[in-house]
């Protein structure tokens, strides 16, 4: 079975940096899309960046980008989302998701597999 558990979340204030990451387990991801995805409260889940295993393409949210980088550790089976420059507007739940095979999430495929989040809080 499938499981994606994230960590890394918390307070930070603006300006700063946070790493998020999601350890996969329950199957081999090799050729697997790996995405983070975010829900602000009151606000409708959205995407944020995502991460082709096999190659590691890379696609990102126009809000994040240059300030967000995903990445993965093929080694201990976890993805990572590097982010710099919080701002305010970035807190949310973070979420990691999984699709089989190279898809594309930033262009509204869905994914098959979730985590349970981790809270972002960006202070002004």
């Known amino acids: 079975q499938v499981q994606l558990v994230e960590s890394g979340g918390g307070l930070v204030q603006a300006g700063g940096s946070l790493r998020l990451s999601c350890a996969a387990s329950g199957r081999t991801f090799s050729s697997d899309t790996m995405g983070w995805f975010r829900q602000a409260t009151g606000k409708e889940r959205e995407f944020v960046a995502a991460l082709w295993w096999s190659g590691s393409i890379t696609f990102y949210a126009d809000s994040v980008k240059g300030r967000f980088t995903i990445s993965r550790d093929n080694a201990k089976n976890t993805v990572y989302l590097q982010m710099n420059s919080l701002k305010p507007e970035d807190t949310a739940v973070y979420y990691c998701?999984?699709?089989?095979?190279?898809?594309?999430?930033?262009?509204?495929?869905?994914?098959?597999?979730w985590g349970k989040g981790t809270l972002v809080t960006v202070s002004s």
């Open positions: 998701a999984t699709s089989k095979g190279l898809k594309r999430p930033d262009l509204g495929y869905g994914m098959d597999y």
